[in-house]
């Protein structure tokens, strides 16, 4: 996607999400984002006084992203149909089958941002812990009602979390192994219902 039309500010986000995401936050200074975009370092400055505040808006704007990508491959996979039959959960291991298939794939943004910054960036934990608490609200919708919707909607969560790990740290042989563990799981967590 051609980037060089949009407004500065739009095209430093934008740049800072690709590179951070593909190489990592503290792997990516300041001037490659700056040259990448296209900006000066003025215009830089003006719409991002620091690297945290970057940091914290390519946090803000990746969780929309995914949140509306996940939401969206949900949805192609009748999801809502499913619930009814309470076979919505076992979707989720399709859905992150096709997230690992993608080429740019390198992990969650947020399990990366922790680890790369934790509390050094004021705020960052505060937008993975909200991507996260919001994930776990759109896998509860996929639970019929009951006393334990959020309980197995949390423990689903925690399952995805573990196989986007695992998928991270091999080659694709490694993923579909970490694909075929989460739908054991989510098999496991439907029977508990």
């Known amino acids: 996607m051609d ?14 999400h690709e590179l951070f995401y593909a190489d990592g936050i503290r792997a ?20 991002f006084p620091s690297k945290d505040d970057l940091v914290r808006a390519f946090l803000d704007h990746r969780h929309g992203v995914w949140m509306a990508w996940f939401v969206d491959a949900l949805g192609r996979r009748d999801a809502q149909q499913r619930i009814a039959q309470g076979q ?4 989720l291991a399709d859905v992150m089958a096709e997230w690992f298939a993608d080429p740019v794939f390198r992990g969650c943004a947020f399990i990366n941002s922790v680890v790369e910054v934790g509390a050094s960036v004021a705020g960052a934990a505060d937008i993975a812990r909200e991507h996260k608490r919001e994930m776990v609200e759109v896998i509860a919708g996929l639970l019929p009602d009951g006393p334990q919707r959020m309980a197995i909607a949390q423990a689903a969560a925690l399952g995805v979390d573990g196989t986007i790990v695992k998928a991270q740290m091999g080659d694709a042989a490694l993923a579909r192994e970490a694909v075929d563990d ?8 439907v029977a508990l219902r």
Do not use: M, N, Q
């Open 3 to 16: 980037i060089s039309a949009l407004p500065a500010r739009e095209r430093i986000l934008l740049t800072a």
């Open 28 to 47: 990516t200074g300041i001037d490659r984002v700056i040259a990448a975009s296209g900006v000066t370092k003025v215009t830089f400055y003006r719409h």
């Open 88 to 91: 919505a959960l076992p979707v």
């Open 182 to 189: 989460l739908r054991r799981l989510l098999d496991a967590l």
